[in-house]
């Protein structure tokens, strides 16, 4: 059961702005199976990367490489 969920599941944190979540979902899934995107465009993105410019400043933060997730 679980090799058919990883084989075909997609998932996107939804505007949760968590590190922790991504870390997770690229743990269980892997990199490839992780989308980014807010699922809520009317109240935009809320707590430390609220604001202009903080999904960018999501991703460019997150411990990623090239291969997927570095740790946290």
């Given at each position: 059961?679980?090799?058919?969920?990883?084989?075909?599941?997609?998932?996107?944190?939804?505007?949760?702005?968590?590190?922790?979540?991504?870390?997770?979902?690229?743990?269980?899934?892997?990199?490839?199976?992780?989308?980014?995107?807010?699922?809520?465009?009317?109240?935009?993105?809320?707590?430390?990367?609220?604001?202009?410019g903080?999904?960018?400043?999501?991703?460019?933060?997150?411990?990623?490489?090239?291969?997927?997730?570095?740790?946290?």
């Amino acid at each position: 059961m679980i090799d058919y969920i990883i084989g075909n599941l997609h998932v996107t944190p939804g505007g949760v702005l968590s590190h922790r979540l991504l870390a997770l979902a690229v743990d269980v899934l892997g990199p490839n199976r992780v989308m980014f995107g807010d699922d809520d465009p009317y109240r935009g993105m809320k707590g430390r990367f609220a604001g202009a410019g903080g999904a960018r400043a999501f991703v460019d933060t997150a411990p990623l490489n090239a291969e997927g997730l570095l740790g946290l």
